[in-house]
């Protein structure tokens, strides 16, 4: 989604809801997986590790989920790697995505998601076809609750962000893809805890879609991508016009 639009805040609400009902557990183990084959079990030396335990903390991930997520990143528990790929593809009226996924079978990763799209008028596009239309960056996401917003937009800035949004839910910072771990480290340093650290992709243009049908269908192929076992992330262009979210939530 594109900075803090209203559909940004619905989809918060969903990921509440998701953790309630176990569906963000998956993710959260994928994330440690990957970072803990990346870098080491080691959450002391390993910051994409200690923040992806953080995450999956943060929504109430249970113990023996991360100890056997990190086991799994590391080769002890042996079977088939995890490995990261991602697709691109066109939903309703155009409506352009892109679904980082996290998969120990390639195969059936992607027979699984050319149905999801097809059975819900969109289409796996060629790679490169839709990502020239978002810019990648570094995100770090920190609760607002009992931050000071100022004291906070200055340690970013002052540490290279390109970026600092804030609302009464949570303060986003936006980041140069390479410059990403430089300011998370620089930020826990200052003693701010990190919600989430990742590389996103960012709509250049968002495509805002004003029909009630069209919105409902490309929410819903939004939701069955991102509940999808293997996604870690899906982003996509569009944003629903403000007139709809009414009749949307009812």
């Known amino acids: 989604m594109a900075g803090h639009n209203k559909w940004s805040k619905v989809k918060h609400i969903k990921a509440r809801v998701d953790a309630i009902k176990g569906r963000v557990f998956s993710k959260c183990a994928h994330e440690i997986a990957l970072a803990a084959r990346a870098g080491g079990g080691d959450p002391a030396t390993n910051a994409r590790l200690r923040t992806a335990i953080d995450s999956a903390k943060a929504v109430s991930t249970p113990r023996d989920n991360i100890e056997r997520a ?3 990143g590391t080769g002890e528990l042996g079977g088939e790697a995890i490995q990261e ?3 691109e593809g066109y939903g309703p009226a155009g409506i352009a995505f892109i679904i980082e996924l996290a998969t120990d079978n390639l195969n059936r990763a992607a027979a699984d998601l050319r149905s999801i799209f097809t059975k819900n008028s969109g289409s796996i596009a060629t790679p490169g076809s839709v990502s020239y239309q978002f810019d990648r960056k570094g995100e770090i996401r920190l609760s607002a ?6 004291h906070l937009m200055e340690a970013a800035i002052e540490a290279g962000a390109d970026d600092v949004q804030c609302d009464p839910d949570e303060h986003l910072i936006l980041t140069a893809p390479n ?4 300011v998370a480290n620089a930020l826990r340093h200052a003693g701010f ?3 989430s650290e990742k590389l996103v992709s960012v709509p250049q243009i968002p495509s ?3 029909e009630l049908g069209i919105a ?5 192929l939004y939701d069955l991508l991102d509940d999808y076992p293997d996604t870690l992330n899906v982003f996509t262009n569009f944003e629903v016009a403000d007139e709809l979210l009414t009749q949307l939530e009812s």
Do not use: F, M, N, P
């Open 208 to 210: 805002i879609v004003s």
């Open 85 to 87: 790929v991602t697709y």
């Open 216 to 220: 409902r269908q490309v929410i819903k």
């Open 70 to 72: 990190i086991k799994k």
């Open 193 to 195: 805890h990190l919600a």
């Open 179 to 182: 410059e990403l771990g430089t």
């Open 145 to 150: 609750s009992d931050l000071a917003e100022d």
